[in-house]
Structures are given as structure tokens and as C-alpha cells.
């Protein structure tokens, strides 16, 4: 084979030595995910079609992600999606990329929903981002209806195109409003669940050690927490009392370093029969449930 010529292989092993020394840390991954992208082929059949050269749309596509990539950009951004639980989402820049631990989120939302004993729960979801939370809650429990909200233009297009793609737009609706600001207030107190992910890294640790990839690239509306990474999460535990039903479930996604005194916030406001505190798959304290009394 010449050399000249361009085959999956060859731009695998070029694109995973290149991005390596820029200082990727999962060089093999990423050059994986920029070819699938660039190639439309599945991991898998990047490994079954190693002598395929690539054509030069191809090419150029895999060259500008590569320098995407190798200037430290999430992969999420360069390729424009990231698979959730059981759904691929579409990402931007502007928007946060879904997390793992937001996948384990999900878990004890549904524990809660399948807890509420109806097959028709209603869930507000504030801070929405791509939507992850909403569509994965309404594809794996059809039934659930889901209003969720966010404050950014970008995250609400997004989240809506997201819905679009899997046809959830009857179980999922996505207003643009701070909080609950435009949400129907006749549904106050109806509502089964409140489960967000909302901004909770504190100003100063979003300074000083979040590394570069998330803090220069992702959006600082979606992450920071304010100075103890509480101040979303107290304005919707404010809400929470008039927002829910007797019985129904809170559950948020928090810094590591913040579950105490979150659920200690929960217990001084009274009102609830149930405080928990979930760890993520790293068994970092991650995620609060606390349910209402009734
Ligand atoms: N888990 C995200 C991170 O560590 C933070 C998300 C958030 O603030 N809601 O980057």
C-alpha cells in the first residue's frame, strides 16, 4: 500500500500519537470517536475496515476535529453528541455535557418516580441543559409527563431539538424562564417529583481546580454553585413545598463536599419525612432525595 495514501488505520495510529503528545489523556478514545464521526462508522467497524482510505470530505472533516480536539475541546463538542443511559444527545457548546453521575441521578429519580404509585407522574425538571434528565425520565417511564425549564436560550433550543429527535414532545415540555417563573401555576402543588442537575461547583473550586477542558469550554451559567455551590439548590428547596404534593420526592445532583449541609437545609425547613444521600459510581456523596411527609 502506499504510503501516501490515507486508511483508517493509518489516521487512527497518526490521530492517537498526535493527540497524545498534545496531551489528550485518552488519545485511542478520542481518536476513535473523530473517526466515527468523521467516517460515519461505528466504533466496531473502524476495526473492520482498517485498509478503507478515507475520501477527502472525510479527511477534512477528521482534520478540523482533530485540532478541535488537540486544543483541548471536549470531544463531546468536536463530534456533537454523547450517549445517556439508553439515548444518544445532541451537544453543544453553550450547553453542559451530560456526566455520569447524572446518569445515576436519573436511577433515583426513577426510584422515586416508580415509588409515587401512578402511572401518570408529573415531574418538574429546572435546569434542563440538554435535556438528558427529562427525556431519559419520559422514555423509560411512559406516562411521566415532564416540565422542565432553563434560563439559557441555547440550553432550551437544544433540549427541544433533543425531544424532537425522540419524539417525546407529548411527555416532555421545555420553557425558557428562571426556575419556575413560567411554569402554569395552576400545576403548583401537583407536582410528583423535582429532580435538576443544577450549577453547584463553588465559585472558588470552579476557579481554582476545575481543569481547563471544562472551565474554558463549558458554559459557567450551568456550573457554578455560587460560594458554597448552594444558591440554586436553596431557591428550589424553597420551591420544592409549594411546587410538590404531599409525598412527593426532591432529588438533586450536588458537589461532593455539599450533601451534609443540603440535607441539613432540608431538615431545618421542616415538612419532610424522608433525607437521604446517594453516592455517584465513584462513591462520592452525590445526589440528595428527600420525599415530603403525607
Ligand atoms: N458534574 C459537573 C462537573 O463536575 C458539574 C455539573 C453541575 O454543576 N451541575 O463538571
Request: glycine share 8%.
Amino acid at each position: 500500500m502506499a504510503d501516501d495514501i490515507w486508511t483508517v488505520r493509518r489516521i487512527l495510529d497518526w490521530t492517537r500519537g498526535y493527540l497524545e503528545r498534545k496531551g489528550d489523556e485518552h488519545p485511542r478514545l478520542s481518536a476513535e470517536w473523530l473517526i466515527s464521526d468523521a467516517c460515519g462508522l461505528s466504533r466496531m467497524e473502524i476495526y473492520l475496515n482498517f485498509d478503507r482510505p478515507l475520501s477527502p470530505d472525510e479527511l477534512a472533516r477528521m482534520h478540523e476535529g482533530v485540532e478541535r480536539r488537540a486544543a483541548g475541546e471536549p470531544l463531546q463538542y468536536v463530534t456533537g453528541e454523547m450517549p445517556f443511559r439508553h439515548i444518544v444527545l445532541r451537544c453543544e457548546k453553550g450547553v453542559l455535557i451530560p456526566r455520569p453521575e447524572t446518569e445515576v441521578l436519573v436511577d433515583v429519580a426513577l426510584e422515586a418516580l416508580d415509588a409515587a404509585g401512578t402511572d401518570e407522574p408529573l415531574v418538574l425538571e429546572p435546569c434542563t441543559g440538554t435535556g438528558c434528565i427529562a427525556l431519559s425520565l419520559a422514555g423509560e417511564r411512559p406516562g411521566t409527563h415532564v416540565v422542565s425549564t432553563d434560563l439559557s436560550p441555547a440550553a432550551v433550543a437544544l433540549a427541544m431539538r433533543n425531544r424532537d429527535a425522540l419524539s417525546l414532545g407529548d411527555a416532555v415540555d421545555v420553557l425558557e424562564c428562571d426556575l419556575v417563573a413560567g411554569v402554569d401555576p395552576e400545576l403548583m402543588g401537583s407536582f410528583d417529583l423535582i429532580v435538576s442537575n443544577p450549577p453547584y461547583i463553588p465559585s472558588a473550586v470552579l476557579a481554582e481546580q476545575v481543569p481547563a477542558e471544562v472551565k474554558d469550554f463549558e458554559p459557567h451559567l450551568a456550573l457554578d454553585g455560587g460560594q458554597d455551590g448552594l444558591d440554586l439548590f436553596r431557591r428550589i428547596l424553597d420551591l420544592a413545598p409549594i411546587a410538590l404534593k404531599s409525598g412527593g420526592a426532591l432529588v438533586v445532583e450536588l458537589f461532593e463536599e455539599s450533601l451534609e449541609q443540603a440535607a441539613a437545609l432540608v431538615r431545618a425547613q421542616g415538612g419532610w419525612a424522608r433525607v437521604e444521600v446517594r453516592e455517584d459510581l465513584t462513591h462520592r456523596p452525590r445526589i440528595l432525595l428527600a420525599v415530603r411527609e403525607g
